[in-house]
């Protein structure tokens, strides 16, 4: 992508995670793992009906962070782990100033251990 590209594709996913429920759905589905939830177990653990649920998960999917697999009648939702991986970088890319130093901390902030997740 190029930086323009992806300037109006990282508006795009941030405007999507700019409202609570989605926000709150796309960090279950992070949590999930590669294996997702399907969309009623969504719905049923954010306590939102199902149509809303499937708008937000529309929304999520519209803005390429989240995606969706139909498996029979039900709907397989899971996070687009390549897609957060480009949108962080994309945020984080000009921390450092060419001064690596300056972000050290921030990757040494990160604690992808299972027991610092489940806290989060």
Same mark, same amino acid.
């Given at each position: 992508?190029?930086?323009?590209?992806?300037?109006?594709? #990282?508006?795009?996913?941030?405007? %999507?995670?700019?409202?609570? $429920?989605?926000?709150?759905?796309?960090?279950? @589905?992070?949590? /999930? =793992?590669?294996?997702?939830?399907?969309?009623? #177990?969504?719905?049923?653990?954010? %306590?939102?009906?199902?149509? $809303?649920?499937?708008?937000?998960?529309?929304? @999520?999917?519209? /803005? =390429?962070?989240?995606?969706?697999?139909?498996?029979?009648?039900?709907?397989?939702?899971?996070?687009?782990?390549?897609?957060?991986?480009?949108?962080?970088?994309? @945020?984080?890319?000009?921390?450092?100033?060419?001064?690596?130093?300056?972000?050290?901390?921030?990757?040494?902030?990160?604690?992808?251990?299972?027991?610092?997740?489940?806290?989060?």
């Amino acid at each position: 992508m190029d930086d323009l590209t992806m300037q109006v594709w #990282a508006v795009e996913a941030l405007g %999507a995670l700019a409202h609570e $429920t989605r926000l709150s759905v796309f960090r279950m @589905l992070v949590k /999930a =793992g590669p294996e997702g939830m399907i969309a009623g #177990a969504i719905a049923e653990h954010q %306590a939102v009906p199902p149509s $809303t649920m499937s708008h937000h998960l529309a929304i @999520l999917e519209r /803005a =390429g962070i989240v995606q969706s697999e139909r498996e029979s009648r039900l709907i397989h939702y899971r996070a687009d782990y390549p897609a957060m991986r480009r949108l962080l970088m994309f @945020l984080i890319q000009d921390c450092c100033q060419g001064v690596p130093e300056m972000c050290g901390d921030l990757i040494a902030a990160l604690h992808c251990s299972p027991s610092q997740s489940q806290g989060a």
